[in-house]
């Protein structure tokens, strides 16, 4: 098909459709709806992180004025059904999910009961009435409660606390090690933090027992895993279960998979016969939602006289909590494995360990990038390694860094990394900054008693999972019988603009108008697996893009037909089919669609009546890889430990840019929620599995006056895949840690002192310079 759409729609900095609607408090979220003879639901959770239940005494509750019910595990655990996500897939290895606590409890915020009454009020009021008598037992807390000998069992099915992915030592590292100029040993210490999305966990369920059918309001970034989990829980046929899709105030991986809590809900729905709400409290999102980046990594990193990388090894320990999110008991251990190396040549000697825990802490979910400690732990140790090496960071990494030239190139997974630009982002960043003025300018500031500091961290993102369950995303493209155009699919935006990308697409290959387009999401739409793993644009945009351009073919062989014209001499654009060099000869949208729908006989020979197109798209590749480099630079009070952000740079190569203003403020999201891992946030826990941050006032969450303007530099290489899309939703919070901490380090390097844990507070500032000088 040759026939040209005149618009110009991506590439384009348009205003997001759904700002309007959002920005004014006009946004239409689980907690906004409300349907006849509603009950709400609440949980009582546990205050213990390990012990057994003795009894429970619900018989208050039972008795308070407007409940309706209470259920404990005795209720909904055995009616409950398989409870597994259909990305992953059955289990084969992980802890038992029942909905809610049975004999024992396994972490603070554990579900031990719900409450359903008229309103909210009565049923938090009725679970204060709950007793439950728990016996204490001792808690798996830390990594070093894991590690220990005598640790008990935080599932006793189980066995065991540790899972292990071991790998046998290089052939050569002894020999690489020992013929090394230097060699570095470091541990970097994350620290549990949790997503916080404005808008918490909520889902409506309502179960008609006479219709057999289950319709249900979810906050998901996946409408169709809501759809499906829900068949198997409820165990009902799938296609009498319907799911409403509105607004979601942000997710970030944590709305990714249904949990043990909207398991209980549902299954209380059922139960109770009538509509049942619950909306999550901050309280509940902190402490039993999901957690991320509870991280250590040991590292070693050898070079040679020339700074070149020639041996690295990555031991990493991650707690999972006790109840991961979508059974995935081994954390993002996977992808550190393939990732570890970075935007670097692969180094002669390698080698890469993992052991995941579970502990009696709330589980562990996808957390933007949840492969980040690869590029965290190893941008801080090129930094460390510059440092003993008497080489600048920067000039490190241009020594090591992969060049267009040798692309593609097969990283230690065995993938070729193609279409990247890891040196140009590098210089790029450098220059927006100017790199070398700013250490003159360092230069001065320590003779003045002041510290300044700059990081860098780069990186490569795996965007738009290929393979398995994520491989595929449908769009059904149709225009209606007034000429609009109405896109079905799958995905579940959650904030990240697809009400307006997705549009851009279909206006561009479609040749319609962009105010024309509307974006329908939700569990009623083709198959697909949601949003998550930064696949929207590559994977969504491809369907998008393939439904608009075979229906434009349709559209144009209708109008050829009506204007006795050869499809090539046709153009098509602003929602009109026209001839080339004869805008006068022009046929409407409309003026098809009415022939289309309602006088199909005068459409060409063999044409199926409608104007619709449904199509599947896969990427290429296993990934859609995208790069980027980030550079912070950072002054430093090391008489009270503070630290002020300067600048803060990102050189970004995403590809084909949809909407270069989305792209932007995905880049300063996630920029700032890894700015905020590095410096505020702290899921802390007591030695007993205490949390110790329910609320905003200890988990600390970064605001606009602690963060600088954020400038941004853009190439666009693009992919192979469809369109020359990338992802590039997690690469702001992967990159952004180690940006800071080396900004802070290098600060701190006058006083020869390091911080290796997250987050970098002025406390562990002042500790670092003082350990530091004995």
């Not at 909590?321 to 251990?333: Q, S, T, W």
């Not at 267009?404 to 900054?433: D, F």
């Not at 905020?676 to 200890?698: I, S």
């Not at 853009?714 to 192979?720: A, D, L, N």
Request: one cysteine or more; charged letters at 20%.
């Amino acid at each position: 098909m040759s026939t040209p759409t005149g618009a110009r729609f991506v590439g384009q900095s348009i205003k997001r459709r759904e700002d309007p609607r959002l920005l004014t408090g006009h946004g239409r979220y689980v907690g906004d709806i409300t349907v006849h003879d509603q009950l709400e639901l609440a949980f009582l959770r546990s205050d213990v992180a390990a012990g057994d239940i003795r009894s429970i005494d619900t018989s208050a509750a039972e008795a308070f004025p407007g409940v309706v019910a209470v259920y404990t595990g005795k209720d909904l655990n055995p009616i409950a059904g398989d409870i597994w996500t259909t990305t992953s897939g059955p289990p084969a290895y992980g802890p038992p999910m029942h909905p809610l606590a049975d004999t024992d409890v396994r972490y603070v915020g554990d579900p031990i009961a719900v409450v359903i009454a008229k309103n909210r009020y009565i049923a938090e009021d009725a679970c204060e009435l709950i007793v439950v008598d728990i016996e204490a037992r001792r808690a798996v807390v830390t990594l070093e409660d894991a590690l220990a000998v005598d640790a008990p069992s935080v599932h006793p099915e189980l066995g065991s606390n540790v899972v292990d992915e071991p790998s046998p030592p290089h052939p050569e590292w002894d020999a690489t090690i020992a013929a090394a100029a230097h060699v570095v040993e470091k541990r970097y210490a994350m620290t549990r933090v949790t997503n916080v999305p404005m808008e918490g966990r909520g889902i409506l369920a309502h179960y008609d027992k006479w219709a057999n059918e289950l319709r249900v309001w979810a906050s998901t970034q996946s409408p169709h895993e809501i759809k499906a989990w829900s068949s198997r829980l409820l165990q009902i046929p799938e296609n009498r279960v319907k799911v409403e899709f509105g607004d979601v105030g942000g997710g970030f991986g944590q709305k990714m998979y249904p949990t043990r809590d909207e398991a209980a809900v549902l299954l209380a729905a059922k139960l109770v016969g009538r509509p049942v709400k619950w909306i999550e409290d901050r309280r509940e999102n902190l402490i039993a939602a999901n957690q991320a980046r509870h991280d250590i990594s040991d590292l070693t990193m050898a070079v040679d006289e020339e700074g070149t990388i020639t041996a690295f090894s990555f031991d990493l320990i991650t707690g999972v909590g006790a109840y991961p999110a979508g059974g995935a008991v081994g954390g993002g251990g996977m992808l550190v494995g393939m990732m570890f190396a970075g935007p670097y040549h692969t180094p002669a000697a390698m080698g890469f360990n993992a052991k995941t825990f579970v502990t009696n802490t709330c589980g562990w979910g996808a957390f933007r990038g949840p492969w980040a400690v690869e590029t965290i732990s190893r941008e801080q140790m090129i930094d460390a390694v510059a440092r003993k090496a008497g080489i600048d960071p920067l000039e490190l990494r241009r020594r090591n860094i992969i060049r267009s030239e040798e692309l593609p190139y097969t990283g230690p997974s065995g993938m070729p990394y193609m279409q990247i630009t890891p040196q140009e982002t590098l210089e790029q960043a450098a220059s927006m900054l100017g790199y070398d003025a700013f250490r003159a300018e360092q230069e001065a500031a320590r003779k003045e008693g002041r510290y300044l500091g700059v990081g860098i961290s780069a990186m490569i993102e795996p965007s738009a999972v290929g393979f398995g369950a994520w491989a595929t995303e449908a769009a059904t493209v149709r225009i209606d019988v007034n000429g609009l155009v109405e896109v079905q699919m799958g995905t579940g935006s959650h904030g990240h603009s697809l009400e307006t990308t997705i549009p851009q697409v279909v206006a561009e290959h479609l040749g319609c108008n962009f105010e024309d387009v509307v974006l329908r999401q939700g569990g009623d739409t083709p198959y697909g697996p949601g949003t998550g793993g930064s696949r929207s644009a590559v994977i969504a945009g491809g369907a998008a893009q393939t439904a608009s351009t075979t229906l434009r073919e349709k559209v144009v062989a209708i109008a050829a037909h009506l204007l006795e014209a050869n499809p090539e001499d046709l153009e098509v654009a602003d929602s009109k089919v026209s001839v080339k060099g004869t805008p006068a000869k022009t046929v409407s949208f409309r003026e098809l669609a009415g022939l289309a729908y309602l006088n199909p006989a005068e459409l060409p020979p063999d044409t199926e009546a409608g104007l619709e197109s449904t199509s599947r798209f896969s990427p290429p590749m296993p990934f859609t890889w995208s790069n980027a480099t980030h550079i912070c630079t950072v002054e430093v009070d090391v008489e009270t430990g503070m630290v002020k952000l300067l600048r803060y740079i990102v050189s970004e190569d995403c590809g084909t840019m949809i909407n270069p203003m989305v792209v932007e403020g995905q880049i300063a999201g996630g920029a700032v929620q890894g700015i905020g891992g590095a410096l505020f946030e702290e899921m802390a826990y007591d030695a007993d599995g205490n949390p110790l941050a329910t609320t905003f006032l200890d988990y600390l969450t970064p605001s606009s006056t602690e963060l600088p303007d954020f400038e941004y530099g853009h190439i666009e290489t693009p992919s192979i895949s469809l369109g020359g899309y990338k992802g590039l939703g997690e690469g702001g919070a992967i990159a952004a840690p180690a940006a800071v901490a080396n900004a802070i380090n290098d600060a701190l390097a006058p006083f020869g002192a390091e911080c290796l844990q997250f987050p970098i507070t002025p406390t562990r500032v002042l500790q670092a310079i003082a350990d530091a000088q004995g």
